[in-house]
T-cell receptor, first 111, second 112 residues
Framework: KNEVEQSPQNLTAQEGEFITINCSYS?????LHWLQQHPGGGIVSLFM???GKKKHGRLIATINIQEKHSSLHITASHPRDSAVYIC?????????????FGQGTTLQVKP | EPEVTQTPSHQVTQMGQEVILRCVPI?????FYWYRQILGQKVEFLVS????????KSEIFDDQFSVERPDGSNFTLKIRSTKLEDSAMYFC??????????FGSGTRLTVV
């Protein structure tokens, strides 16, 4: 069983739609990360969460530590949001532990 | 966020050859990580490096792999005798601040 599971695996949306990507994990963590990977392969960090909720522009990330679940929301989606969104958890209690990655959610936003 | 520079961006090598992947991270970071992503698969942890020593390594990181900090700023990942299954995108990363980790742009290694 994967330690980090994302759903859905693939998502197609129309421009302007509200998008939610979910992440569940089964290990103890010190933080959860949401990352964005573009077709060229580069990875960009979007959020690092250990509790509650964070917002950056049209992106919102939430985490429920008790339920071991996190969501990434994109409001007013745009074609430029098309990418792979990856959930990763930092295992253990250390602030510098390795990341364990989910398999990613491929998002396509159509104009 | 500041950049982490990886070179080369793409390398094609013959099976059995040695390859060295390089990364120049944000300065003064003591922690450093290497990850890889086989095409179509999820990103996997290879090794973490703290204060010039390996602090943790995965099962993937066998005797064919080594990491060094040769000159105090660059980090290198060496694969001594490449296999076809080493073909992947290799990323270096350092802990960041607000957004989490800063990843390098990646090196796409193709073993033929």
């Amino acid at each position: 069983k994967n330690e980090v599971e994302q759903s859905p695996q693939n998502l197609t949306a129309q421009e302007g739609e509200f998008i939610t990507i979910n992440c569940s994990y089964s290990v103890g963590i010190s933080a959860l990360h949401w990352l964005q990977q573009h077709p060229g392969g580069g990875i960009v960090s979007l959020f690092m969460l250990s509790s509650g909720k964070k917002k950056h522009g049209r992106l919102i990330a939430t985490i429920n530590i008790q339920e071991k679940h996190s969501s990434l929301h994109i409001t007013a989606s745009h074609p430029r949001d098309s990418a792979v969104y990856i959930c990763a958890v930092r295992s253990g209690s250390s602030n510098t532990g390795k990341l364990i990655f989910g398999q990613g959610t491929t998002l396509q936003v159509k104009p | 966020e500041p950049e982490v520079t990886q070179t080369p961006s793409h390398q094609v090598t013959q099976m059995g050859q040695e390859v060295i992947l390089r990364c120049v991270p944000i300065s003064n970071h003591l922690y450093f990580y290497w990850y890889r992503q086989i095409l179509g698969q999820k990103v996997e942890f290879l090794v973490s490096f703290y204060n010039n020593e390996i602090s943790e390594k995965s099962e993937i990181f066998d005797d064919q792999f080594s990491v060094e900090r040769p000159d105090g700023s660059n980090f290198t990942l060496k694969i001594r005798s490449t296999k076809l299954e080493d073909s992947a995108m290799y990323f270096c990363a350092t802990p960041g601040t607000v957004y989490g980790y800063t990843f390098g742009s990646g090196t796409r290694l193709t073993v033929v």
